[in-house]
T-cell receptor, first 112, second 114 residues
Framework: GENVEQHPSTLSVQEGDSAVIKCTYS??????FPWYKQELGKRPQLIID?????GEKKDQRIAVTLNKTAKHFSLHITETQPEDSAVYFC???????????FGPGTRLSVLP | GAGVSQSPSNKVTEKGKDVELRCDPI?????LYWYRQRLGQGLEFLIY????????KSGLPSDRFSAERTGESVSTLTIQRTQQEDSAVYLC????????????FGPGTRLLVL
C-alpha cells in the first residue's frame, strides 16, 4: 500500500522567512496530493492541493510543487506569519481509490 | 451550509466500558472517513465508507473497534471494552464523492479512558 513520509517533523522559522515541507510517496498510482493545516486544538483544514497533471500550483503565499518522477511533493510558504504556526499534513491519494494516506505531519513554528 | 458535526465533543469513560461516537457528514457527501489522532501525533486512518460499497476497514486497530453508516448519512464508531491507549481525538471527515475530493473534517471527539 501507499506510504507517505514527511520532513522535517518540526520546523522553526523567523517571521518573514520562507518554510518548505517535503513529502515523498511510494505508490506511483497516486494522483492527488492535498495539504492540510491543523491549528492547535482545531480540525485539519485543506489549504492547497495539486493533481498529477500539474507540476506547480500557487495560492497567494502558499505553493505546492510535484515531481511525479521522483515521487515527491513540497509545500512552500513565503513571508511566513505567526498565524502560519500549525501542524501541516500532506497526503497522497489515488482518485477513486479507497483511502487517503496522510504523512506524519510537520509542526511549523513561526517566531516573531 | 452546515459542516461535519460530531458528538459528543468530549467523552470520559472508565476502562472496560463501551463508547459510541457519532458523525454527521455534510449532506450529500457520499464518502465518510474516521481517523484517530493521539496527542501530538498524526492522523491514523480507521475506516472509510463510500456510498453503498463495502467499507474499507483496513485501519481498524482491533476487533474492539467497529463502525456503521446508514446509507449516506450518520455514522457511528463504537469502541468496546475501552483501554487507556484508546484515549485520543477521533476525527470524522466527509467528501462529496470519492477519495479524490477535499475532505471536510468535523471538530472531533476527545476520548479519555481512565
Amino acid at each position: 500500500g501507499e506510504n507517505v513520509e514527511q520532513h522535517p517533523s518540526t520546523l522553526s522559522v523567523q517571521e518573514g522567512d520562507s518554510a518548505v515541507i517535503k513529502c515523498t510517496y511510494s505508490d506511483s498510482a497516486s494522483n492527488y496530493f492535498p495539504w492540510y493545516k491543523q491549528e492547535l486544538g482545531k480540525r485539519p483544514q485543506l489549504i492547497i492541493d495539486i493533481r498529477s497533471n500539474v507540476g506547480e500550483k500557487k495560492d497567494q503565499r502558499i505553493a505546492v510543487t510535484l515531481n511525479k518522477t521522483a515521487k515527491h511533493f513540497s509545500l512552500h510558504i513565503t513571508e511566513t506569519q505567526p498565524e502560519d504556526s500549525a501542524v501541516y499534513f500532506c497526503a497522497a491519494v489515488i482518485i477513486y481509490g479507497q483511502n487517503f494516506v496522510f504523512g506524519p505531519g510537520t509542526r511549523l513554528s513561526v517566531l516573531p | 451550509g452546515a459542516g461535519v458535526s460530531q458528538s459528543p465533543s468530549n467523552k470520559v469513560t472508565e476502562k472496560g466500558k463501551d463508547v459510541e461516537l457519532r458523525c454527521d457528514p455534510i449532506s450529500g457527501h457520499t464518502a465518510l472517513y474516521w481517523y484517530r489522532q493521539r496527542l501530538g501525533q498524526g492522523l491514523e486512518f480507521l475506516i472509510y465508507f463510500q456510498g453503498n460499497s463495502a467499507p474499507d476497514k483496513s485501519g481498524l486497530p482491533s476487533d474492539r473497534f467497529s463502525a456503521e453508516r446508514t446509507g449516506e448519512s450518520v455514522s457511528t464508531l463504537t469502541i468496546q471494552r475501552t483501554q487507556q491507549e484508546d484515549s485520543a481525538v477521533y476525527l470524522c471527515a466527509s467528501s462529496p464523492r470519492t477519495s479524490g475530493e477535499t475532505q471536510y473534517f468535523g471538530p472531533g471527539t476527545r476520548l479519555l479512558v481512565l
